[in-house]
């Protein structure tokens, strides 16, 4: 059965390439929670925490949470791309969680997303670039 075979072999690389996804993003939540805590760069009004094991982090500012949440998506060439939503968590009236930004990356840590007044785009693996990512939707969620 030739489509079993090819189903089996396209499953074992989306397996392999969320993997690889899933670490690029651990990388970049604890770069952000240790940017955030560090003396040197930190605003102390900032908060995170970790939820890896769920593919989620959060940080906390000015009475808003905002979850970074992470999924991978099937591109139409086969590839999976990591796929990072935000949301700002609402309790009243109802407790809800409001979507308003996110973004996509590659195995490599690049973004869909231009650096400020530069063509190149942010890489979210151990730059400026990841804390600015993140401080950037973190200021958004005050708009909501």
Do not use: W
């Amino acid at each position: 059965m030739p489509y079993l075979t090819q189903l089996h072999d396209n499953l074992d690389k989306a397996s392999d390439q969320h993997t690889a996804l899933s670490s690029v993003f651990d990388e970049f939540a604890n770069f952000v929670k240790d940017c955030i805590q560090a003396p040197s760069i930190a605003n102390h009004s900032i908060t995170a925490a970790l939820h890896l094991d769920q593919g989620l982090f959060t940080t906390t500012f000015a009475g808003r949470t905002v979850s970074f949440v992470f999924t991978s998506s099937l591109e139409k060439s086969g590839n999976l791309l990591g796929d990072v939503k935000c949301y700002l968590k609402k309790n009243f009236p109802d407790p809800k969680q409001i979507e308003f930004g996110g973004f996509t990356f590659d195995e490599k840590g690049y973004t869909n997303i231009n650096i400020p007044n530069s063509n190149e785009t942010i890489h979210i693996a151990n730059d400026l670039g990841t804390l600015l990512m993140a401080l950037h939707f973190i200021h958004e969620s005050l708009s909501i």
